[in-house]
């Protein structure tokens, strides 16, 4: 019982619920073909209050928001997620939306707690007490929460898609949004992410350019990298280029380079000139 | 024998032939008669007549056992129907099989399209005017107001609404998996014929923003759009105009395709951002099946529809089983609370039980 009072305990315990999301989705649908919202949403909700506990109290141990090394920057991008389809998820009528986001979440929490090296080093203060810094980081993180929902969106998107042009509408390909609604979503999505993520830059440009040497170069190209591609991706969806299928394979895309971007954006932290401080995991 | 007890008597589609049912139907003239000629039954305590096109039904509370026989009299009389031509017809239930049945029916468990829901409302609307008239009671009432509740959990529990069965529906249904809602979305109607008009009946019914209607003769375009409340246009410039319709309805008796894949790729670049759905219901086909191959392009034929409505009517019929099982459970729990007050009612003073035979609040 004490383990759970620790932050892997309570973001473990969000895990399993978002697992029981997954579960409850996937067992409804085949034994009984129909999805069941309210407990959907329940379930996520209180999945979220675990892990906004655990990163509550993981913030409060290094003190600062935790994005510190790479189990927290899967745990934040897995809670921003949450965050959002909760935000959205009633608006959008979709509980499979609530579904997938509780399988990415799952996948996401489950393989950052399973991999211990990604929490062998916690990084306090890590953005030396500067609020701004902190504000520049956690914005691009949450967009890249939003590039996770989108990519669900997108994944529903050629669900749907295939589902009709197959012919084959039954079964849980019946509880899909329209396609006309996922394409509206994964735009709005869309511009959203490149928003957020370009409120992100921009905060984190101004403080740049004050100390050219406070950021890591690679870490700078791989986000500018993201943000480009996001931004020539909605132009093209914008001009209507780039429109159905080739605009959710392209926003799948898109958050596979937001995820793979994490790695590089993590190992800049660990620069001799960053300032760290080696903590010991917690048991 | 004197047994006051619950009963339906009637018949319906799955005991008569349509030509009988024909005879047995009641127009409102002759079911407000019934009602009259029913009310003077000395123990006929309680009664609903339910008058659909498959079946005709008087639920009823009754004193004796024989009152079931002369609500039966009554109603051959009206209807001039030989008792012993009906007899072969007859449907009739009593006390726990009679509130069973009720509960299938409100559930559409026993309509002759397995789930469908307009039963619902009808029988629903029966009751209504029944207990308008004061002519029900505390055990109809109660028996009529759960029958409701448990079509409802029927419907929530079960697979047994799920899926449209019929061409037009399941049309519109797959319109509505590509647009979501209905309001927004321009239906175009090539030709008139009887299957384009009932599904351009449903998409109207399901709210489509705008319906235009293009035939070979016009007079006909414009007779059948002032029956949609929709308009028409002249049928050569369907396809010039193509790109304004979010959902095309080919159902001309035309001998070869009218609607070519060069003039629908020419249509998508007006419109690259929004689906265009075709629903192709003549024979020979109206639509070029090349158009399917198209991005955002969802073609749908006679024999796709049909097959969807056939596994849909498959799924519901494999929920019947959990269906029965659920109202069943309920109809036995539904009579053990209404029996007991049967036999206090008729052991009470007939003014005692005309007290409680007043409209529910």
């Known amino acids: 019982m004490l383990d759970l009072l620790t932050d892997r305990g309570w973001l473990w315990t969000a895990a399993l619920f978002y697992l029981a999301v997954f579960v409850a989705g996937t067992v409804g649908l085949l034994r009984h073909g129909r999805r069941a919202s309210s407990l959907t949403y329940a379930l996520m909700l209180v999945g979220y209050a675990f892990q906004l506990a655990g990163l509550s109290l993981r913030g409060k141990a290094v003190g600062g928001c935790p994005l510190g090394n790479q189990f927290e920057l899967f745990q934040f991008t897995a809670w921003s997620a949450t965050t959002l389809y909760l935000m959205v998820g009633v608006t959008f009528r979709s509980s499979m939306l609530g579904y997938f986001t509780g399988c990415l979440a799952a996948v996401l929490s489950l393989i950052s707690l399973s991999v211990p090296a990604w929490d062998a080093t916690r990084n306090t203060k890590l953005f030396g007490g500067n609020p701004w810094i902190e504000f520049h980081a956690a914005l691009a993180l949450f967009s890249y929460g939003v590039f996770a929902l989108l990519a669900l969106t997108s994944v529903m998107f050629l669900f749907r898609n295939y589902s009709l042009k197959v012919k084959r509408v039954g079964g849980w390909f019946s509880f899909l949004p329209s396609i006309l609604e996922l394409e509206v979503i994964g735009l709005r999505l869309l511009v959203a992410a490149v928003t957020i993520l370009t409120a992100s830059l921009l905060v984190g440009a101004a403080w740049w350019l004050r100390d050219t040497a406070s950021a890591n170069l690679g870490k700078i190209l791989v986000t500018v990298a993201v943000w480009a591609a996001a931004l020539v991706v909605l132009g093209l969806r914008l001009g209507g280029r780039l429109l159905a299928r080739r605009f959710a394979w392209a926003c799948l895309a898109l958050f596979a380079a937001a995820l793979l971007s994490l790695g590089p954006v993590d190992s800049s932290r660990h620069q001799p000139a960053a300032k760290v401080a080696a903590l010991q995991p917690a048991p | ?361």
Request: charged share 20%; glycine share 8%; with cysteine.
């Open chain 2, 1 to 361: 024998m004197s047994q006051p007890n619950v009963f339906v008597v009637g018949a319906n589609h799955h005991v008569a032939p349509i030509a009988v049912r024909e005879r047995l139907t009641l127009n409102p003239e002759q079911a407000t008669g019934l009602q009259h000629d029913l009310a003077g039954i000395a123990g006929l305590k309680e009664f609903t007549i339910v008058n659909t096109c498959n079946r005709i039904e008087i639920y009823g509370v009754a004193a004796s056992s024989d009152v079931a026989a002369a609500v039966q009299a009554a109603f051959c009389r009206r209807q001039r129907f030989a008792t012993e031509e009906f007899e072969q017809f007859r449907l009739e239930l009593r006390n726990q099989s009679a509130v069973g049945h009720l509960l299938e029916v409100a559930a559409g468990l026993d309509s002759q399209m397995v789930g469908e829901t307009e039963i619902f409302g009808q029988v629903k609307e029966a009751y209504a005017a029944a207990q308008e008239r004061g002519l029900t009671g505390p055990v109809l009432n109660r028996i009529f107001q759960k029958a409701f509740q448990s079509a409802k959990l029927a419907r929530s529990q079960t697979g047994i609404t799920e899926g449209q069965i019929s061409v037009a529906n399941v049309a519109v249904e797959l319109a509505a998996n590509i647009f979501g809602n209905l309001e927004q979305t321009r239906v175009l109607l090539l030709g008139a014929g009887d299957i384009g008009e009932k599904t351009a009946k449903a998409f109207r019914s399901r709210g489509a923003g705008s319906l235009v209607v293009a035939n070979r003769r016009m007079e006909r375009a414009m007779e059948l759009a002032s029956e949609l409340g929709a308009s028409a246009l002249p049928f050569g410039q369907h396809e010039g105009r193509l790109g304004e319709f979010d959902i095309v309805v080919g159902s001309t008796s035309a001998p070869e395709t009218v609607v070519s894949a060069q003039a629908t790729t020419a249509a998508m670049r007006h419109r690259p951002a929004r689906p265009l759905f075709f629903i192709d219901l003549a024979l020979p086909r109206d639509i070029d099946p090349a158009v399917a191959t198209l991005e955002n392009v969802f073609l749908y034929n006679l024999d796709d529809l049909a097959k969807i409505a056939a596994e849909n009517l498959t799924a519901r019929t494999a929920e019947i089983a959990k269906c029965r099982a659920l109202l069943g459970g309920r109809a036995e729990a539904l009579w053990q609370h209404v029996a007991p007050k049967l036999t206090g009612g008729s052991g009470g003073s007939p003014g005692a039980y005309e007290a409680g035979r007043q409209p529910a609040p």
